[in-house]
């Protein structure tokens, strides 16, 4: 068997993972406490691009556990584990963490909009199911019918890196027509639809050297208050705190980590976790937080 390549992680991803296993830990108690009030009540950790389960610090060549298995260390557990992964070898890695603190684990290894335009459907909340979905891909991904899927079930809470640098490098060039096909394509089907091209242009009052009009391109960040109004008002999620910009090591930004719920008390809880890392200068807490070990 060829061994599987692990990825190597800045400061910014240590500090999304600890984002999550920060806010999984609260919003599994409280789903927890929800089964004591109603027995049927059940809730599902989904990790839609979840990786080999480990991966390695950058700055010190340490391993960091990936997501799925800080999902698996949470207390109290969750009543399900989804992890979907379309790469072979680290699926399988993923197989093997089933049984550890004797949860069950069961792995897709397929598309993640493929598995989740038939998992969703299924948190339903007249069934008392609740779910929180980790979406955590490359590039612009996932596709916007699911996301709206889940804003319009009322039982999911997401997380989503919204992958800006992708846009600027592919999709939104300062000149358009130099997009290529298949990238247009994935925008759109990132967006939903094509209204993405009026958000991030504006016609050009000057005409161009061939007497046409022009376009004038607006700064990424306009598509990404967009996508956020677009998870309110189109998905439906009545909570979409403003997202957090995750930065490479020469500060460039890489992603805007989203969070999305149909919850007031999920809200209050992740703006008090993000609110760590919004004005704090965050590579200071990482170091920190392992002067005091992975649970500190
Ligand atoms: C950024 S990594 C995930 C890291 C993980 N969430 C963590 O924090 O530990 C993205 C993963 O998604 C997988 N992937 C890429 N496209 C996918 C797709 N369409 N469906 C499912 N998995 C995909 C890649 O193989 C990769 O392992």
Redesign the pocket.
């Known amino acids: 068997m060829t061994a599987v390549k692990l ?1 190597k992680i800045g400061l910014w ?1 240590e500090i ?2 600890d984002i ?1 296993r920060r806010y999984a830990t609260e919003y599994s108690k409280i789903m927890a406490g929800q089964k004591t009030k109603i027995p049927a009540f059940r809730h599902w950790y989904i ?9 390695i610090s950058r700055e010190t060549g340490e391993e960091v ?4 298995r ?1 999902a698996l260390g949470v207390e109290p557990p969750f009543d399900a584990y989804y992890f ?4 072979h070898g ?1 699926a399988d890695l993923l197989r093997g963490l089933d049984g550890i603190n004797g949860r069950t684990v069961k792995v897709e290894e ?4 493929t ?1 989740l335009r038939r998992l969703l459907p299924e948190i339903q909340y007249r069934r008392y199911r609740r779910a929180l979905c ?1 979406l ?4 612009l ?2 596709d916007w019918d699911i996301v709206k899927m889940a804003g319009q079930l009322g039982t999911v809470e997401i997380f989503l ?1 919204f992958m800006v640098m992708d846009l600027k490098m592919n999709v939104h060039l300062g000149d358009p027509k130099r997009v290529a096909v298949s990238d247009v394509e994935r925008m759109n089907r990132f967006w939903g639809d094509e209204s993405w091209r009026d958000v991030g242009y504006a016609p050009d009052p000057q005409m161009n050297f061939f007497d046409e009009p022009g376009v004038l391109k607006h700064e990424a960040t306009v598509l990404v208050d967009a996508y956020r109004r677009r998870l309110r008002d189109v998905a439906g999620f009545k909570y979409v705190p403003e997202p957090i910009p995750m930065k490479n090591s020469t500060g460039a930004e890489i992603y805007y980590l989203f969070f999305a719920s149909p919850n007031a008390t999920a809200n209050k809880i992740v703006e008090d976790v993000l609110g760590r890392y919004r004005h704090d200068p965050a590579p200071d807490r990482v170091k920190a937080k392992r002067t005091r070990g992975p649970h500190g």
């Open positions: 990825d991803s999304k993972l999550l990790d839609g691009f979840a990786g080999a389960g480990s991966h556990l990936g997501s799925p800080i979907v992964e379309m790469d680290r397929d598309d993640c909009n598995v980790v955590d891909p490359y590039n991904n996932p890196n």
